[in-house]
């Protein structure tokens, strides 16, 4: 791919990311805090999160052998149909376990098939070498989208009914693939190899993925966490979101060249564990700014693991790193959230989730890059 059709390509991929996450963190920001107040219990709602991730890791398999065998738009319509149908669902509450299963069923599909098409689209566009640039530019997109939509959405459903912000959703994704029609996808028909290419995976590669994705989990229960101890209200969950998003565009803009020539994935986490216990006995007075300071720790880290993943991609086939990837967030995701289950307090969850993120650094720390991949 000449540069011209490079610098084409991402502009378009820009436009749809913009679009996209607007419209889909219009959901995705208030999921555990919508069912929370809906009337599920938090052993509900760890339950649909269980099976969300268990259910990705069967959809992230079959989506990866779709987007070879066809293509991977395919697999991004797949999801957002079922972004469609998840927000018909959602405006039909009902206290059942076969609700929890249809919701998290559907809320998989959607998610794996934004996720493994929209990574596959960003790492075949963004060129291996000097990649960090176009994917700060991504980050920021995405973030600045996050924070219209957090403000939006609370105020959607503050002052109105579900249905109001679930059509806007669902219009605003199903418009926003509209530029991936003009990207070209290679003609492609890899075989999926999964044990033989998970042999090829660094074992530091798993440690950090596996670290990083364990903090989706606390960014799922903190919002139940502020409706019961801060104050119940979405506006405040959104504002929360945004003021985090704001930090996180302040410190690409300050930092992003740092970031470019260093790794801080161990200082970046250290630093999230200290701010994650800070909430815990100061978010009912400092909430804005804790989060604040958090949202430009998540950039450090964020931007850290995203080095990691971009720069190594080439010991492996992208199929295949991307596959491997999907389902290391989703086993981990699911493998920390069932431990939750045998606590009856939100508040020793959020401890145990930090204690294994501290146990996951300090094994990345001592464990050195596996020799063949160097």
Known sequence: MNTNNRHRNLRKFNVFLFISTFARSLIEIFISLFLFKNGFSIHDILVFYILENVFAIFISYFFVKI???????????IGIVSFVLLQFVLNNIDHSMAYIILVAFLYSMYRRGYWVSRRF???????????????????????????????????????????????ISS????????????????????????????????????????LYEINNLLSFIFPIYIALYVKDTYMLAGSINAISNVAIILFVVLYGKLLKKRNFFIISTLLFI????????FLNYFVLAIYFIEGMIKKMQEQSVSKIYFENRKDMDLTHYNLIYQLIESVARALVAVSLLFMNDIRMMIPFILAVISVELLAYTFTKKDKHLR
């Not at 000097?130 to 600045?144: P, T, V």
């Not at 009914?161 to 059509?167: E, G, I, K, L, S």
């Not at 003009?182 to 530091?204: H, P, S, V």
């Open 67 to 77: 987007g070879e065998k066809y293509k991977y738009s395919t697999v991004m319509y």
């Open 274 to 281: 200290g701010v994650s216990f800070a909430k815990l006995f």
């Open 121 to 167: 689209y960003a790492t075949s566009i963004v060129p291996q070498k000097n990649s960090s640039s176009s994917f700060s530019l991504m980050i920021a997109i995405s973030e600045l989208a996050s924070i219209l939509s957090g403000f939006v959405g609370g105020f959607l459903l503050d002052g109105f009914d579900t249905v109001v912000m679930t059509t």
């Open 171 to 210: 219009i605003l994704l199903v418009i926003s693939v509209a530029p991936l029609f003009g990207l070209k996808q290679d003609a492609r028909n890899n075989k999926i190899e999964l044990l033989k290419n998970l042999k090829k995976y660094d074992k530091r590669n798993y440690l950090a993925f596996t």
